[in-house]
């Protein structure tokens, strides 16, 4: 056994002092050089970024641990090599085990390039509203995201370029660079001269046109909505500092913020809608919102949304619609009465009451109707194809009796309007397929965003849970419970069951 430590001249290369958290694959080979008779054998990963040396006990006596780092470099290993690894081999006589003597250094890729925001989006996001306690923060979230004129909104984070690695051979690793971003620009928005900041190029507000962020000039009410401003058209958004009276119409082409309750009145917005003090409709009021709601309450109101529907509160004798989510809660989550429908997940503390007020749930409405639109263009497409069938005959018979002789005049007619409901039939066909292949991709797509319904506290007798074409009558109380459709049967699973099965 050697004392000699190793000499620095012995080393040919060493890692820099950097922290290598990549993990090499765990696949090793034999070196093909190896060399069993001298007592030394050398694995090198399939990464060729770890090698592990072995000395047999018989032949440890013959070796220094600079002999050793020769024998590496006879092997072409000449970085990362670990001169304490090496010497504890004869320290702690570790031999006939394997000891990893050299690691390769994994390359750090470049980071992408990312858009810091000054100003807090999360203010246009009702999902985020809603704190972990279930309320949403009105006080201190006004739902108006309002910038001045070339007022500064964010800044681009470039892309970093990376370093390479090594492997144990001294061979370099490129790494990858990160890529570069683009700054969500819509309309009312400018970037600035360098590309690495964007402006408001108006006062208004900030709003969301799918993925990108504009910002649109606001027609402001001081007060209510009433007989004194009348109803309100607008292309932009509309913010209300009162609320919206029974009768009154309003319409956004984008946004519309309401600071105060909405009676039996009419909303339209292409954008998201935010009533701060809630809806109460007196079985009149009907909103629509092509993106999401957020509101207080929703009280006798036909609600539809073609986004997220959150509600800090109760929604109680109201026909609800989402396509994506409706999430209520707070300190009364309650949903009592009516029909509340969305297509992903619908979510409250408490669904219908002790008394046994009926109370319908349904997830997969629109999947339900997209299969009867799918179903009727199967049909369409038999009795197309049929008619085609059909025609084709006709034709070929007019074009037998075309073969023995010339038309008629009417037999021409006869051809000609053959012929061209031939191709219209063919159009037909064609374009049914498509629909039906669109409509399968949603139909799919929206099975797999299913969540069912959760109820947080209390689901009372008289509630009909409904998923896409199966249904669950509530006849006792059950608590803390998730409806999911599980192969052709509504299942009651417990909130823990649920999240189990998620995480697995």
Known sequence: MADNPIS???????????????????????????????????????????????????????????????????????????????????????????????????????????????????????????????????????????????????????????????????????????????????????????????????????????EKISVTQTYSVPGDVSFKTGNINYDETVVISGGVLSDFKVHAGQDIHINGLVEAAELTADGNIYIHAGIQGNEKAFIHAGGNITTKFINNATIEAEGDIFVEGSITHSRVKALGRIIVSGNRAVILGGHVSAEQEISADSIGTEIGVKTMVVIGEAVQSMNERKREAEEKIVTFVENYRKTKEALRAIERIKEKGTLSKNQEELHLKLVRCGLQLQGEIKKKKEE????????EKNRNSQKGVVVKNTVWPGTMIQIMHAKYLVRAPHTKVHFALLGSEIELLSIKESAAEAIS
Not at 149 to 174: F, H, L, S, V, W
């Open 8 to 210: 620095n001249e012995t080393l040919v290369d060493s890692p820099p002092e950097r922290t290598d958290t990549a993990v090499d694959p765990p696949v090793d080979v034999k070196h093909p050089d190896m060399n069993w008779d001298d007592g030394l054998s050398l694995e090198v990963s399939a990464g060729e970024m770890k090698a592990t040396l072995q000395v047999d006990v018989t032949h440890s006596e013959n070796y220094q641990p600079d002999d050793l780092v020769r024998f590496l470099n006879q092997h072409n290993v000449v970085y990362g090599i670990d001169p304490e690894a090496i010497q504890s081999i004869f320290d702690k006589k570790l031999f006939n085990q394997g000891v990893v003597v050299a690691r390769g250094v994994q390359p750090v890729h470049g980071k992408n390039g990312r858009v810091e925001w000054d100003i807090d989006l999360s203010i246009l996001d009702g999902a985020k509203l809603v704190e972990k306690g279930g309320r949403v923060d009105w006080k201190d979230q006004h739902h108006v995201l309002s910038v001045k004129e070339n007022q500064r909104m964010a800044r681009m984070i470039d892309p970093t370029g990376g370093e390479p690695g090594k492997n144990i051979y001294g061979q370099e690793i490129p790494s990858t660079p990160g890529k570069e971003t683009k700054f969500p620009a819509g309309k009312g928005t400018r970037i600035g001269d360098d590309g690495k900041e964007l402006f408001s190029q108006l006062a208004g507000v900030v709003c969301m046109e799918g």
């Open 436 to 443: 039906i292949l669109v409509l399968s991709g949603q139909i």
